[in-house]
């Protein structure tokens, strides 16, 4: 069993940064590969980027690439999402998962999921 907790979210003005924190419980964190998406209101939840176990592969959504940086330390059992150059369109509920065995897009493949935290970008 993993549990997943979200920080970091805010409000902050468009071209502005935050940096998201996944923190998880679980000593077989490491063996994870761990994804971030979102939900903004009367959307479905997208991919926005995902980080293998160890940290050696990395995936991003084209609408963040450039923008987004997903990072992992497994000896604090963390998962990072930098993102800088926030626009008003990245606006959502932002949650990280986790899976032992898989490595996608695809939320529902996931097994452990946090609780959310809310990034709003005002124009």
């Known amino acids: 069993q993993v549990r997943l907790v979200e920080s970091g979210g805010g409000l902050v003005q468009a071209g502005g940064s935050l940096r ?3 923190a998880a419980s679980g ?13 903004a209101p009367g959307k479905e939840r997208e ?18 690439k450039g923008r987004f940086t997903i990072s992992r330390d497994n000896a604090k059992n963390t998962v990072y999402l930098q993102m800088n150059s926030l626009k008003p ?32 970008v005002s124009s």
Do not use: H, K, M, N
Not at 49 to 62: E, V
């Open 27 to 39: 000593r077989t964190f490491g063996s994870y590969a761990v994804g971030w998406f979102r939900q």
């Open 20 to 22: 998201l924190s996944c």
């Open 89 to 120: 369109g990245d606006t959502a509920v932002y949650y990280c998962a986790a899976d032992l065995v898989y490595y996608g897009s695809v939320p529902i493949e996931y097994d452990y999921w946090g609780q959310g935290t809310q990034v709003t």
């Open 47 to 64: 991919f926005v980027a995902r980080i293998s176990w160890s940290g050696a592969s990395t995936y991003y959504a084209d609408s963040v």
